[in-house]
């Protein structure tokens, strides 16, 4: 009799933490945040800074609301051949959960000065 009342007892803890396993595993934000890309009418130029970058870029996430506040520019990767920059925007929300976005711009690329001839050097 005494070993029939605690497995009953067992067998009902073991149910309980299923249940509180199964309440914590469901109601965790597993949902990445939304970057949204607003349009932008600049061309990319080296060495701009991050808060430009960020122009037009917006975050929200369903949990924790507005993150916009929150986004960074992870990389930029430049493609001097086709003049195009692309820049790689991310976002993580409260629960860790990550988004990545990325545009692709035009590239202004300044064009390398001209070195003086051995011929024009001399003519001061």
Known sequence: M????????????????????????????????????????????????????????????????????????EKVVTDRAQKKATIVYGVADYAGNVSRASRTLEMSIPEKPQLPTAGEAGSN
Do not use: F, H, M, S
């Open 2 to 73: 005494k070993d029939r009342a605690i497995g009953i007892i067992l067998g009902a803890v073991n149910i309980l933490l299923l249940v509180i396993c199964l309440v914590l595993y469901l109601g965790k934000d597993r949902v990445a945040p939304e970057i949204t890309l607003g349009e932008v009418v600049y061309i990319y130029e080296e060495g701009l800074p991050d808060r430009i970058l960020l122009e037009a870029v917006t975050a929200w996430d369903k949990q924790d609301g507005d993150l916009t506040d929150k986004v960074v520019v």
